[in-house]
Nanobody, 123 residues
Framework: QVQLVESGGEMVQAGDSLRLSCVVS????????ISWFRQAPGKEREYVGT??????YYADSVKGRFTISRDNAKNTVYLQVNNLKPEDTAVYSC??????????????????WGQGTQVTVSS
C-alpha cells in the first residue's frame, strides 16, 4: 500500500518562503513521477509542477518562484515556495504515478495521492 504524506504548510505573510514535504512509503520511490497540485477554496484543482528523476517541470503561474526536488534516500519530494503571494493560499497535495509527459498536469493520471497540507498567505 503506497502512502503519501505532506507536511510543511502553515500561515505566513506575503513574501515569505516555505518548504513543503511529501514522504512516500510502501512503494519503489525512485520509480515514481511525483507532482504537486493545489486547490484554493471555491476553485478547481491547479497543477503546480512535476519531478521526474531530477528534472523539474512547472506551471507557468509558479515558474521562477517554486522549485521541486527529491531525496531518494529519504523517499521525499520537496516543494520550495518562495516570495509567496495571497493567491498562493491553497491546500497543496502531492501525487505519485508514472504518467507520460503530456499528462503531468492531469489529476487523473496518478495512482496515489496525499491528503494535503494547508498554506495560507496573508497580505
Amino acid at each position: 500500500q503506497v502512502q503519501l504524506v505532506e507536511s510543511g504548510g502553515e500561515m505566513v505573510q506575503a513574501g515569505d518562503s516555505l518548504r513543503l514535504s511529501c514522504v512516500v512509503s510502501g512503494g519503489t520511490f525512485s520509480r515514481y513521477t511525483i507532482s504537486w497540485f493545489r486547490q484554493a477554496p471555491g476553485k478547481e484543482r491547479e497543477y503546480v509542477g512535476t519531478i521526474r528523476g531530477s528534472d523539474g517541470y512547472y506551471a507557468d503561474s509558479v515558474k521562477g518562484r517554486f522549485t521541486i526536488s527529491r531525496d531518494n534516500a529519504k523517499n521525499t519530494v520537496y516543494l520550495q515556495v518562495n516570495n509567496l503571494k495571497p493567491e498562493d493560499t491553497a491546500v497543496y497535495s502531492c501525487a505519485a504515478g508514472t504518467p507520460i509527459t503530456s499528462s503531468y498536469s492531469d489529476y487523473n493520471a496518478y495512482w496515489y495521492w496525499g491528503q494535503g497540507t494547508q498554506v495560507t498567505v496573508s497580505s
